[in-house]
């Protein structure tokens, strides 16, 4: 049933993480302006979790005996603190990325963020004790450098219509919005181990509906302070590809982020954070390829160094990973031996 979930997950964070950016940069080039309002689109699709809970609290309802008590909620008041916190933080989070994509190429937004698994390593180390390896520190080293060699050639694919200072910035929101999310996901595996009852599929998925929520009222205080609500009338019907267009590309767009949230919270329940980060990593070739055909972006020098480093960041990291484990399985292995013959003896005399 795990491998089911695991297998489940990863196809969903794959159509969210490269179909959400794209979706994204489609509104904004096609005279999209409003970024609290794509903020918002990012976690606007939470209430399709309604449904897979319905589903959950029916087969526990004719589970139950009859007569017995059955809640739609699972979640305890101590979760539920949290993910209100988590929830708010990626408000802010969203915004960032929001910002970033809305002045950068979507390849270069891509190769940014691909290097949040050297942050998540770090985080991870400090607040769920997932331990440092050579090759780690190998990966956190390549990703770090491949951030840093688009950042020594910034004016390289800057869009015409857009300025030397809203691409830096731009860049710099993304750098800050992919170290932000790299926080989040570790803090939400120290939240399940740390929540005090059974964690389930079902518990993940309240936790991933009420994170959204508080993350969507971030953003509607935000919409309604940048005055979005006034504008967004016009920005429908001033939109390149028509109004009927605006709002079919608003509607798919909080439905594909949400799955790309879904899938990492879930990712997170059946694995840890650090598999989650290392499929966002995974998926990055696929991003920016797509973005090449879809909106014909350049692919300079840099940019393919930056692709080659961070893939290589990932397969040092997945196979230190791989040995990792290996050598846990084997130690667990020496231990156990020793023990069998010892209790077979024991049943000889």
């Known amino acids: 049933m795990v491998k089911v979930l695991v297998f489940i997950n990863c196809i969903i964070l794959a159509i969210g993480n490269c179909g959400g950016p794209l979706i994204m940069r489609l509104y904004f080039n096609n005279g999209g302006k409003r970024i609290w309002f794509s903020t918002f689109l990012e976690t606007a699709g939470f209430p399709v979790i309604f449904i897979p809970l319905l589903f959950s609290y029916i087969a526990r309802r004719r589970s139950n005996n009859v007569g017995d008590d059955t809640s739609f909620f699972l979640i305890k008041p101590r979760l539920l603190i949290v993910a209100v916190f988590i929830g708010i933080l990626s408000g802010f989070d969203n915004y960032l990325y929001a910002y970033g994509i809305a002045y950068l190429p979507v390849s270069t937004a891509a190769l940014i963020i691909a290097s949040q698994l050297a942050f998540i390593a770090i985080f991870s180390f400090f607040m769920v004790k997932h331990m440092f390896t050579p090759f780690t520190i190998n990966a956190v080293v390549l990703l770090t450098v491949g951030a840093a060699v688009l950042g020594m ?19 710099l929101m993304t750098v800050a919005a992919a170290v932000m999310y790299a926080f989040i996901l570790p803090l939400v595996e120290l939240a399940y181990q740390k929540a005090r009852q059974p964690m389930s599929y079902t518990l993940v998925l309240e936790f991933q509906l009420i994170l959204c929520f508080l993350a969507s009222i971030v953003s509607v205080i935000g919409m309604f302070i940048a005055g979005d609500f006034k504008a967004l009338p016009k920005e429908a019907r001033e939109f390149k590809l028509g109004e009927a267009l605006f709002y079919v590309v608003a509607v798919f767009s909080a439905i594909i982020w949400q ?91």
């Not at 910034?154 to 860049?171: L, S």
């Not at 598999?275 to 991003?287: A, E, H, K, Q, R």
């Not at 300079?300 to 040092?316: D, I, N, P, R, T």
């Open 259 to 349: 799955g790309f949230f879904l899938g990492a919270i879930g990712l997170i329940f059946c694995t840890s954070s650090l598999v989650s980060g290392i499929m966002i990593s995974v998926l990055l070739p696929i991003t920016e390829v797509l973005a090449v055909i879809f909106y014909h972006e350049k692919f300079q020098a840099e940019k393919g160094l930056s692709l080659a480093l961070s893939l290589w960041g990932f397969v040092s990291y997945f196979y230190g990973e791989i040995k990792s484990g290996k050598d846990k399985k084997r130690i667990q292995q020496e231990v156990e031996s020793p023990e069998t013959e010892q209790s077979s003896l024991s049943s000889e005399c």
């Open 153 to 171: 050639h910034t004016e390289t694919d800057k869009p015409v219509h857009e300025t030397h200072k809203q691409y830096i910035t731009g860049f």
